[in-house]
């Protein structure tokens, strides 16, 4: 099992099991502070993410819909539907069970991100753009931002990483495997 603390933003993200990209899915739990914000609006063109909510109040957003998770609640996101969530309470956190299929290299991606933010002082938002952009451009087919086109997604973060490789921004980030 992996932990990663993500203390500024109060987050911790749990995966069970080793990473296997060639898994049939890959198995993590989530837990958000009181009001704290999960990942930006994005999708996953050729991946399920089904979120079971263990304790607190999930708040989803899928395209434009908003919804309410509440303790012992599923929520099942389809390939390609734009999703993000946060903790919906002031006061209780919130953990969520989560499943990922296929594998693919999700787990990979997470866990970069999340070093990444350590890495930046516990932060999302004091992530080094140059290692987000080439984490990003590396999980290009498995993650996509919402709200950005795809080919602006690949010429941005293709070229940033083309510049983080070439200044050496790269080496703390594990290689796709």
Avoid: C
């Amino acid at each position: 099992m992996i932990t990663l603390e993500v203390k500024e933003q109060g987050e911790r993200i749990k995966f069970f099991g080793e990473a296997d990209s060639s898994a049939a899915q890959v198995e993590n739990e989530v837990t958000l502070a009181p009001g704290a914000f999960g990942p930006p609006a994005h999708r996953h063109p050729i991946q399920t993410e089904t979120f079971n909510v263990v304790s607190g109040k999930m708040v989803a957003k899928l395209g434009k819909e908003e919804k309410v998770i509440n303790t012992g609640e599923v929520l099942v996101v389809t390939p390609g539907q734009s999703h993000t969530f946060y903790n919906g309470s002031e006061t209780e956190p919130l953990v969520i069970r989560g499943v990922v299929e296929p594998a693919l290299h999700f787990q990979w991606f997470l866990t970069e991100m999340a070093k990444s933010a350590i890495r930046a002082g516990g932060s999302w938002k004091e992530m080094p753009l140059l290692e987000v952009a080439h984490i990003l451009h590396q999980a290009r087919d498995e993650y996509q931002l919402s709200g950005m086109p795809v080919i602006l997604q690949r010429i941005i973060f293709g070229s940033l990483s083309g510049v983080a490789r070439l200044f050496g921004k790269t080496k703390e980030i594990a290689a796709k495997s």
